[in-house]
């Protein structure tokens, strides 16, 4: 396997593709300039009115910042500091020292018109924390364990002591507010103990190794660093808005802080679980969760600035319940992830930039202590990752590769600089230093990043879990997020339950039941205590959601991931309804949901086929669906466990996803699992063409019998074959069948009409078979 998905671009190539987004932005910022100083005299240096200039400086960031990050990436840099360094060439380091005027004229100083674009850049630092917050991998955090604390607990130990030293020492020339030197000393520490999160996911992501070991450990011991940080910010921020530095303020910040992260990561997960579940699946209105998402990010938000800890910390462990919420679809989080990626992190990073003045650097006492800031940073990052990575037991190749990935400051440092300049812990100068700090060190990671992980070899532990989380990331049942189930108190409706429940718990999916029982068929009201076919049947959905729950805890225990277990008790939810079945289904499959499975009384009809109860409950669902039938003489027997599966397979993706499913099944029910391959000769060829054709389906039979081999390595089940040739496929699985099988699990493709139709071999198995079957739709 190769440790890097990218090749080396020619470095002409490189170049040229930056200069191209380059070129286009120094035309745009000659087209503007020359705008400006045509609509205003150089007395007037604002627009007609403060909305017109706002929704200019809003466009221009906007336009600035998507052809700077397109730059920076095309050179293999982070897009963030495109859009930053975007921002410095529009503020008075660049735009501002050729054309003072036109500048000027765009960016008015007039208080009233900064107070608008502000709120848009604090609103923006809220949003950036809330998506932080999503990206913040807490499973992660658990699987590497002791390496990422040690690291993280070195990598922000040591440069902190050096950056409150050098607050310490600083002149009171620079600081704001020299007899707050301890906040000011705090702040640095911090702001030169924290790596970006975000930018070492996008280097480790783009040298594909997110999923190495290594790259898991970098991510996780950033993912410490943010969170540990973030926490130590509140604190130093809760005491400077005290205004002064006492006891009491330092125990309010400290105590406030702990309390709300121990209840939020408590009690606030189950309330946020719950909240974003609710809108999910009751409101109708288009993007109600992300409303929902963001009225929780203000809430806790507000919550931290009431407890007298900063906003930041509130909206940061926001983004943490939300990213764990197992109803957070990737469509929602796209969504919302798009929202923030386009509109607010271009706008704040260039009002980052434009707040910076990289004049100053000609001063040359600020010019060393920029050098001296970089190189204290650079020097105590790297030392402190190093040694956590030795104490963690890594290697030394592996710890240097942790110091060159951990050196990356980027956003975060620029988020923390920003608020400090609004809090009046830094000024201008102070920030700007941090500023180009948080540039210089973030440009040089990724090189360095490269090169150290190139020099790593894979060891064989590694490569074996790699092929198993590569095989996942194609499987079904392991990218299934939320599971329907449909059934009432049948044989088949206490299979569809057992079934959910085993797939429900590989992966913590949560399940909604819809009780059939009770709703209406036909647009009839059903009879009190009776089926449509006249046997009695309960309301029973309690025991519907136990049946889930007990095989959703089966499963999980015996799930080969070793994070199923730790997951919890998957989340069952029983809806009763009063409308048609077939009406509940389609409303419910509205709020998205990944698979639903029926298990209903009345599955066949009479003249053949499936019937039309089951027609209308799976019409309105769109995505793949199981369709359960039991046969009286094994109902029993199949509820409780299945001693033998048949899978018939023939190498398409319906035929995989059915073994998928029917591996599940035996790991949950340690049952023995067979797979059928039928193979038919063309006896029309001539004898050359049919023994090369005969070559031709011996190889594509071995290459899927390996396939199947090597799921159910991964499901942890023996998996036994058999062929049978020159036979049609229905034929054979019905032959196969009397063998002493308790289920089949056929794959199929369901055909277009208003009754369910899944081919002619389902057909004739459905009609003929003796065996409980399970027929898993694409």
Same mark, same amino acid.
């Given at each position: 396997m190769k440790a890097s998905g990218l090749g080396p671009a020619p470095e002409g190539g490189r170049v040229l593709a930056c200069l191209r987004p380059a070129g286009i932005l120094l035309v745009v910022l000659a087209l503007l300039a020359t705008t400006a100083a045509n609509a205003w005299t150089a007395d007037s240096v604002s627009f007609s009115g403060p909305e017109v200039t706002f929704i200019a400086e809003l466009g221009l960031l906007l336009l600035v910042g998507r052809l700077m990050g397109e730059a920076a990436q095309r050179i293999g840099q982070p897009a963030v500091m495109g859009q930053l360094i975007g921002g410095l060439m529009l503020g008075p380091s660049f735009f501002g020292l050729i054309w003072p005027s036109a500048q000027h004229a765009l960016f008015p100083s007039a208080p009233e018109q900064k107070s608008m674009i502000d709120a848009v850049s604090q609103l923006g630092i809220l949003m950036l924390l809330l998506l932080t917050g999503m990206e913040t991998d807490l499973p992660l955090v658990r699987r590497v364990g002791r390496v990422a604390i040690t690291v993280a607990a070195a990598g922000v130990a040591l440069p902190f002591v050096c950056g409150f030293l050098l607050g310490e020492f600083l002149p009171d020339a620079i600081l704001p507010k020299p007899e707050a030197r301890l906040v000011t000393a705090i702040f640095l520490g911090t702001a030169l103990s924290i790596s970006s999160v975000k930018i070492v996911a996008m280097v480790v992501r783009e040298m594909d190794f997110m999923r190495r070991d290594l790259g898991q450990i970098i991510v996780a011991s950033a993912i410490l660093e943010d969170t540990i940080g973030w926490m130590i910010i509140a604190v130093a921020f809760g005491v400077a808005s005290a205004g002064a530095i006492d006891l009491w303020s330092v125990a309010r910040s400290v105590v406030g802080t702990a309390l709300f992260m121990a209840v939020s990561l408590t009690v606030g997960r189950r309330i946020v679980f719950m909240l974003i579940r609710w809108v999910n699946d009751n409101f109708e209105s288009e993007f109600a969760v992300i409303t929902a998402i963001l009225v929780i990010m203000i809430a806790m938000a507000l919550t931290t600035q009431a407890i007298g800890v900063n906003t930041v910390l509130g909206a940061f462990v926001a983004g943490i319940l939300v990213g764990e919420s197992p109803i957070l679809t990737r469509?929602?989080?796209?969504?919302?992830?798009?929202?923030?990626?386009?509109?607010?992190?271009?706008?704040?990073?260039?009002?980052?930039?434009?707040?910076?003045?990289?004049?100053?650097?000609?001063?040359?006492?600020?010019?060393?202590?920029?050098?001296?800031?970089?190189?204290?940073?650079?020097?105590?990052?790297?030392?402190?990752?190093?040694?956590?990575?030795?104490?963690?037991?890594?290697?030394?190749?592996?710890?240097?590769?942790?110091?060159?990935?951990?050196?990356?400051?980027?956003?975060?440092?620029?988020?923390?600089?920003?608020?400090?300049?609004?809090?009046?812990?830094?000024?201008?100068?102070?920030?700007?230093?941090?500023?180009?700090?948080?540039?210089?060190?973030?440009?040089?990671?990724?090189?360095?990043?490269?090169?150290?992980?190139?020099?790593?070899?894979?060891?064989?532990?590694?490569?074996?879990?790699?092929?198993?989380?590569?095989?996942?990331?194609?499987?079904?049942?392991?990218?299934?997020?939320?599971?329907?189930?449909?059934?009432?108190?049948?044989?088949?409706?206490?299979?569809?339950?057992?079934?959910?429940?085993?797939?429900?718990?590989?992966?913590?999916?949560?399940?909604?039941?819809?009780?059939?029982?009770?709703?209406?068929?036909?647009?009839?009201?059903?009879?009190?205590?009776?089926?449509?076919?006249?046997?009695?049947?309960?309301?029973?959905?309690?025991?519907?959601?136990?049946?889930?729950?007990?095989?959703?805890?089966?499963?999980?225990?015996?799930?080969?991931?070793?994070?199923?277990?730790?997951?919890?008790?998957?989340?069952?939810?029983?809806?009763?309804?009063?409308?048609?079945?077939?009406?509940?289904?389609?409303?419910?499959?509205?709020?998205?949901?990944?698979?639903?499975?029926?298990?209903?009384?009345?599955?066949?009809?009479?003249?053949?086929?499936?019937?039309?109860?089951?027609?209308?409950?799976?019409?309105?669902?769109?995505?793949?669906?199981?369709?359960?039938?039991?046969?009286?003489?094994?109902?029993?027997?199949?509820?409780?466990? /299945?001693?033998?599966?048949?899978?018939?397979?023939?190498?398409?993706?319906?035929?995989? =996803?059915?073994?998928?499913?029917?591996?599940?099944?035996?790991?949950?029910?340690?049952?023995?699992?067979?797979?059928?391959?039928?193979?038919?000769?063309?006896?029309?060829?001539?004898? =050359?063409?049919?023994?090369?054709?005969?070559?031709?389906?011996?190889?594509?039979?071995?290459?899927?019998?390996?396939?199947?081999?090597?799921?159910?390595?991964? /499901?942890?089940?023996?998996?036994?074959?058999?062929?049978?040739?020159?036979?049609?496929?229905?034929?054979?699985?019905?032959?196969?069948?009397? =063998?002493? /099988?308790?289920?089949?699990?056929?794959?199929?493709?369901? =055909?277009?009409?208003?009754?369910?139709?899944?081919?002619?071999?389902?057909?004739?198995?459905?009609?003929?078979?003796?065996?409980?079957?399970?027929?898993?739709?694409?």
């Open positions: 469509h929602i989080d796209e969504q919302l992830r798009g929202l923030i990626t386009a509109l607010f992190m271009p706008v704040f990073f260039g009002l980052s930039g434009l707040s910076a003045d990289v004049t100053v650097l000609r001063n040359p006492n600020l010019a060393l202590l920029a050098g001296g800031l970089i190189l204290i940073a650079s020097i105590g990052k790297f030392a402190g990752a190093f040694i956590g990575g030795k104490i963690g037991g890594l290697s030394r190749g592996e710890s240097l590769a942790l110091g060159c990935g951990m050196n990356a400051r980027g956003s975060t440092e620029v988020i923390v600089a920003t608020i400090g300049l609004s809090m009046g812990i830094l000024n201008q100068s102070f920030f700007t230093l941090i500023v180009t700090m948080a540039i210089v060190t973030t440009l040089a990671m990724p090189p360095m990043l490269r090169w150290a992980l190139m020099r790593l070899p894979l060891r064989k532990k590694e490569r074996v879990r790699l092929e198993r989380e590569e095989l996942d990331a194609k499987g079904f049942i392991t990218n299934l997020e939320r599971l329907l189930l449909a059934a009432d108190d049948s044989a088949n409706g206490k299979i569809a339950a057992r079934l959910a429940g085993a797939i429900a718990g590989s992966g913590g999916k949560p399940t909604t039941i819809l009780d059939m029982g009770n709703g209406q068929r036909d647009k009839q009201p059903a009879k009190a205590g009776k089926s449509e076919d006249g046997t009695e049947a309960k309301v029973n959905g309690d025991a519907s959601a136990q049946e889930v729950r007990d095989a959703a805890e089966t499963a999980a225990r015996l799930d080969a991931n070793p994070d199923a277990e730790k997951l919890g008790p998957v989340a069952v939810t029983r809806r009763q309804h009063e409308s048609t079945n077939a009406e509940a289904v389609a409303g419910e499959a509205r709020n998205g949901y990944d698979l639903l499975v029926v298990g209903i009384a009345k599955i066949r009809d009479p003249k053949g086929g499936f019937s039309k109860d089951l027609s209308r409950i799976t019409k309105g669902f769109d995505g793949p669906i199981m369709v359960v039938d039991a046969h009286s003489t094994r109902a029993d027997r199949a509820t409780d466990r /299945y001693g033998r599966i048949l899978i018939p397979v023939n190498g398409t993706d319906v035929s995989r =996803r059915a073994v998928e499913v029917g591996l599940t099944l035996a790991r949950a029910s340690d049952a023995q699992v067979t797979t059928l391959y039928v193979r038919r000769a063309n006896t029309d060829e001539g004898s =050359r063409n049919k023994a090369s054709r005969r070559r031709a389906m011996r190889r594509n039979e071995l290459a899927v019998l390996k396939d199947i081999g090597v799921l159910g390595e991964r /499901y942890e089940v023996d998996v036994r074959s058999t062929t049978r040739a020159n036979m049609a496929p229905d034929e054979a699985i019905l032959r196969e069948s009397k =063998r002493g /099988y308790d289920l089949i699990v056929l794959g199929v493709n369901r =055909r277009l009409g208003d009754t369910l139709f899944f081919g002619d071999t389902a057909a004739t198995v459905l009609d003929r078979s003796e065996t409980s079957n399970l027929f898993v739709a694409s």
